[in-house]
């Protein structure tokens, strides 16, 4: 496969630039919390336990070997067991982990009873860690929160854990309560699409560690939740989402800086400049923004600017504007389905060596089209003078930086059935 090669320092120095002149200072957000001084680990669900990378980056933040780490199975249905699991990948990393007995089944204690029990919350205050182990978000939630919607005593431990300079982490539904609104319990994301989103039914009130003016999904990339995370994001008002996907995280320090870690990466959402048409009916955006952070890649949440990982600015940079740019993807990008495992990083990163500076994806009911017409949405991604992107093979495969990759969604009808085979098993048009 062939690239055009590394860019010259010059180069790459302009296209630094352009990434800082085209973040603008975030507005302050009244539902941020105070100032924090510890750090966020936010792992977007299906971590390997063998996965070393986790484990020893939550101790380090914690403060190294023997650091006391509080673990909360209180999302899960099998607390002790899954609560086990992660306590033990903990304690390999050099961690005094400890089980916190704050569940909705198999503990001695309720859980009102356990977040407002002094000795319990005294072991989570003086813990330089705390760790949410996934299942369901609205467990962790119905928890930490009296019916009134006040913190509870152990809540308040938790803060202090966080503003003391500890660390907090999460996986899956640990990672969903991290910013102020979460996903309480959606439907698909295609219905989501359709649908919208209730507060109170899809989505509810998070915990809030993470700046208040960005939300955060989980599973994002492999299960297509980006497009639900949009939805969510417009009907609240949040200019600025991240999604970080499965076996992936990211690490947030000063309440700001992210790098991201494990296999894969995240996608950052940028609705700053989107505008929606209410005459359309349903779900639609036009001008939002993604950009896709690759492993070791930095990102500062204020000013909104990527450092790439090292090995990226060492190899190539992909800028369309750059005279010396010459694609080698000389066909056209459609995805029948956008909501696809991994479809969005594929596609960004093809778009950005693809001869064309548009693709578009679809999103639709396959099974129902099968039968007769369906609503659906056209995702119509466009490389414009704003992208770019740093590309690698360090880590064996295609792996992308991309920067502000426009997206414009609209409804639109899927005219079925889509098929018909005739009585020789082929497939026949259905259409004239």
């Known amino acids: 496969m062939w690239r055009w090669k590394s860019a010259s320092l010059a180069v790459l120095g302009s296209l630094l630039m352009t990434s800082v002149a085209l973040a603008v200072e975030a507005e302050p ?187 955060v999904d989980q599973h994002c990339l492999v299960r297509g939740r980006f497009a639900r995370a949009l939805v969510a994001m417009h009907d609240q008002g949040f200019k600025y989402g991240i999604g970080v996907d499965e076996n992936s995280g990211i690490i947030v320090r000063n309440g700001k800086d992210i790098e991201v870690i494990g296999y894969k990466g995240a996608l950052v959402m940028d609705l700053s400049r989107a505008e929606h048409d209410p005459k359309l009916g349903r779900f639609n955006l036009k001008n939002a923004r993604l950009t896709y952070l690759d492993r070791g890649d930095r990102y500062d949440l204020k000013t909104r600017q990527v450092t790439p990982a090292d090995d990226k600015v060492d190899d190539e940079v992909l800028d369309p504007k750059s005279p010396d740019f010459d694609p080698h993807v000389k066909r056209k990008l459609f995805f029948n389905d956008i909501l696809g495992n991994m479809t969005v990083p594929d596609l960004m990163g093809k778009l950005m060596e693809n001869v064309d500076g548009v693709a578009i994806g679809l999103a639709f009911d396959g099974i129902e089209a099968r039968q007769h017409s369906v609503d659906g949405f056209e995702f119509k991604f466009t490389r414009d003078n704003e992208s770019f992107a740093w590309y690698t093979e360090s880590y064996g495969g295609d792996d992308y930086t991309v920067l502000n990759i426009r997206v414009d969604i609209r409804p639109i009808r899927i005219t079925g059935p889509l098929y018909d085979v005739d009585e020789d098993h082929r497939a026949v048009s259905t259409k004239p």
């Not at 002094?118 to 978000?137: D, H, S, W």
Request: no cysteine; hydrophobic share 45%; net charge negative.
């Open 29 to 215: 957000d009244e539902a941020t919390p105070a100032v924090a001084h510890g750090s966020l680990v936010i792992l977007g669900g299906s971590e390997r336990f063998d996965h070393r990378e986790y484990w020893e980056q939550i101790v380090e933040l914690a403060g190294g070997p023997g650091s006391r780490i509080a673990v909360f199975p209180t999302a899960s249905g099998d607390p002790v067991k899954k609560g086990g699991w992660v306590i033990s990948a903990l304690n390999k990393a050099g961690a005094d982990a400890f089980l916190v007995p704050v569940a909705w089944r198999k503990m001695p204690l309720s859980p009102q009873a356990a977040v407002a029990d002094p000795e319990l919350v005294e072991q989570v205050r003086e813990a330089t860690g705390v760790f949410l182990i996934g299942g369901g978000q609205d467990k962790i939630v119905k928890a930490l929160y009296t019916p009134e919607g006040q913190n509870t005593p152990m809540l308040d431990a938790v803060w202090e854990v966080y503003r003391k300079g500890g660390v907090i982490a999460g996986t899956s539904a640990g990672a969903a309560v991290m910013s102020r609104i979460m996903f309480r319990n959606a439907d698909s994301v295609l219905d989501t699409l359709l649908h919208g989103v209730r507060f109170g039914k899809e989505i509810d009130r998070g915990l809030g560690f993470l700046d208040g003016d960005w939300f």
